[in-house]
């Protein structure tokens, strides 16, 4: 999953991508509003994480003008555990949560796991499409029950892949969620993790649940039903 980090603290923007990526996340970071609306526009995110006081374009208006952009993925805002008014205004601007200042990191977690689950039509952190399941808290997958090793890079695959299940992910969807700014993106990457998903969670190649749709990209197919 790809999340934007904008928050002018230097140390707390650090701290932020240090554990976001140590969860799995491919981070961009922006230390002003108006960096923060360029990467919020042109980038393709999952998530945003959005401080309220930024120099040059405030949090609140940065949230205003990326909605009013049509960006409709998820938004959490960080504020100061005080201003009860500043939580109200920024979920009317277009938030859809938030935490507080000083934050535990595992709240921070919990609540975008929480928000791209939603997005994608879940409601717990367990996700089933036929005999395979992943939970996006402990990060483990299972087929009929028997834990599957995956790699960091093919685990952030296989959980695009099923929060949007049923649906046609294009490569450069996944590139993209791989990488983050400035990496030398190789499309074929996607190829080679896409075929080893299907050998690690399909060994006889009996569920297929990978498809592959010429020119289009991929989507797994198999049923979704509650954990
Ligand atoms: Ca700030």
């Known amino acids: 999953m790809r999340v934007l980090v904008v928050e002018d603290e230097t140390a707390l923007r650090e701290a932020l991508k240090a554990e976001l990526a140590a969860a799995g996340y491919t981070v961009d970071l ?23 006081g930024l120099p040059k374009l405030s949090g609140l208006e940065l949230i205003r003008r ?12 960080l504020t100061a555990r005080d201003r ?3 939580k109200v205004e920024g979920l009317s601007a277009g938030a859809d949560d938030y935490v507080a200042k000083p934050f535990h990191f595992a709240e921070v977690q919990a609540r975008l796991a929480a928000l ?8 717990t952190s367990k996700l089933a499409c036929g005999p395979i399941e992943l939970d996006t808290r402990a ?18 695959i296989l959980e695009h892949l099923m ?6 992910i294009s490569k450069t969807e996944l590139t993209d969620r791989l990488y983050e700014q400035d990496y030398d993106r190789d499309s074929n990457v996607v190829e080679v993790l896409v075929g080893r998903l299907r050998r690690k969670l399909d060994p006889d190649d009996s569920l297929k649940p990978i498809e592959t749709l010429r020119g289009r990209g991929y989507r797994l197919s198999l049923p979704r039903h509650a954990a």
């Open 30 to 52: 922006a230390a002003d509003g108006e960096e923060g609306l360029y990467m919020a526009t042109e980038y393709p995110l999952d998530v945003a994480i959005i401080d309220l």
């Open 66 to 77: 990326l909605r009013a952009r049509g960006k409709s993925y998820g938004v959490l805002i």
């Open 84 to 86: 009860w008014q500043d």
């Open 116 to 123: 791209l689950r939603r997005a994608g039509g879940w409601a």
């Open 139 to 156: 990060q483990l997958v299972t087929v009929h029950g028997a834990p599957v090793e995956l790699t960091s890079f093919e685990y952030r």
């Open 163 to 168: 929060l949007r299940a049923g649906e046609v």
